[in-house]
């Protein structure tokens, strides 16, 4: 019998899926058994039907289950991903050998540790906006306002008749992912004790909440990398895999070998 071979559990970004990482996965197995996980109300997976208040616990529950048998586990997330895999990390971290994050939305973090910061404040207005727009009812103003955050303005006016029901569906679970986000405040110290090597990406078009988030994680995670994409913004990961997967596989076949010990690096 073969020795058991590590894996990548990869999750996706908000209005996204599971679908996201095809070209990862493409490019890692077999050295790895990869899982792509559907957050709730998102690809395959359907929308969230317990009682209460969403947390990240909920939504990481199932994906969990995804992971039960694998003793060494690398995560691989983008965005509101990046929140549930840290959850996860925290869970897990006997078995997490390495974290490679495109901008993690660690939203009740930044609002915890950095109240009143300007990333902070438009963040929080994004998220009022939303939900405000998705308690009227008017769903495609809301996913209007979502995307064109993200992407800029007028892309939500620029996307495809064709594509805009499978996002606004999606949508439909924003107001529940905006509540488990913010309420999900990590402090500083338990940041630090997830001594785990990580890689941090982000674009240098991203806007300026995901920037604020990213470097807030930079400065309190132990050990960590950042790579940052000329050109890209926050759906880098999406736009433009090609780039990101080829920082993601040079990462995971370097924490896959004997253990290397990381350095910090930092962005400019």
Same mark, same amino acid.
């Given at each position: 019998?073969?020795?058991?071979?590590?894996?990548?559990?990869? $999750? %996706?970004?908000?209005?996204?899926?599971?679908?996201?990482?095809?070209?990862?996965? +493409?490019?890692? *197995?077999?050295?790895?058994?990869?899982?792509?996980?559907?957050?709730?109300? #998102?690809?395959?997976? =359907?929308? !969230?039907?317990?009682?209460?208040?969403?947390? $990240?616990?909920?939504?990481?529950?199932? $994906?969990?289950?995804?992971?039960?048998?694998?003793?060494?586990?690398?995560?691989?997330? %983008?965005?509101? =991903?990046?929140?549930?895999?840290?959850?996860?990390?925290?869970? %897990?971290?006997?078995?997490?050998?390495?974290?490679?994050?495109?901008?993690?939305?660690?939203?009740?973090?930044?609002?915890? @540790?950095?109240?009143?910061?300007?990333?902070?404040?438009?963040? *929080?207005?994004?998220?009022?906006?939303?939900?405000?727009?998705?308690?009227?009812?008017?769903?495609?103003?809301? +996913?209007? &306002?979502?995307?064109?955050? !993200?992407?800029?303005?007028?892309?939500?006016?620029?996307?495809?008749?064709?594509?805009?029901?499978?996002?606004?569906?999606?949508?439909?679970?924003? &107001?529940? =992912? !905006? #509540? +488990?986000?913010?309420?999900?405040? !990590?402090?500083?110290?338990? @940041?630090?004790?997830?001594?785990?090597?990580?890689?941090?990406?982000?674009?240098? &078009?991203?806007?300026?909440?995901?920037? &604020?988030?990213?470097?807030?994680?930079?400065?309190?995670?132990?050990?960590?990398?950042?790579?940052?994409?000329?050109?890209? =913004? #926050? @759906?880098?990961?999406?736009? %433009?895999?090609?780039?990101?997967?080829?920082?993601?596989? +040079?990462?995971?076949?370097?924490?896959?070998?004997?253990?290397?010990?990381?350095?910090?690096?930092?962005?400019?």
């Amino acid at each position: 019998m073969g020795a058991a071979i590590d894996t990548v559990l990869c $999750i %996706h970004s908000f209005s996204s899926s599971a679908r996201q990482y095809r070209s990862l996965a +493409a490019r890692l *197995e077999p050295r790895f058994k990869v899982v792509a996980a559907d957050l709730y109300g #998102h690809g395959e997976r =359907g929308p !969230w039907q317990g009682q209460g208040r969403f947390t $990240i616990s909920d939504e990481a529950s199932p $994906i969990e289950e995804q992971i039960s048998g694998s003793s060494a586990v690398h995560l691989v997330a %983008h965005s509101y =991903g990046a929140t549930v895999a840290l959850h996860i990390a925290g869970r %897990h971290r006997s078995r997490i050998r390495s974290m490679a994050f495109y901008e993690p939305s660690i939203w009740g973090t930044l609002a915890a @540790l950095l109240p009143g910061d300007p990333a902070t404040l438009e963040i *929080e207005t994004v998220r009022d906006d939303t939900i405000r727009l998705i308690e009227l009812g008017e769903m495609e103003a809301a +996913a209007g &306002r979502f995307i064109d955050y !993200w992407v800029g303005a007028g892309a939500w006016a620029a996307t495809p008749p064709e594509r805009r029901p499978r996002i606004v569906a999606t949508v439909r679970s924003l &107001r529940e =992912g !905006w #509540h +488990a986000a913010f309420s999900e405040p !990590w402090t500083a110290d338990a @940041l630090r004790s997830l001594d785990i090597p990580c890689l941090l990406m982000t674009g240098s &078009r991203s806007t300026a909440a995901a920037r &604020r988030a990213l470097r807030l994680v930079r400065e309190t995670l132990p050990r960590t990398q950042v790579i940052e994409f000329d050109g890209l =913004g #926050h @759906l880098g990961p999406i736009t %433009h895999p090609e780039r990101v997967d080829d920082a993601v596989e +040079a990462f995971l076949s370097e924490r896959s070998q004997p253990w290397v010990q990381s350095s910090r690096l930092r962005t400019a």
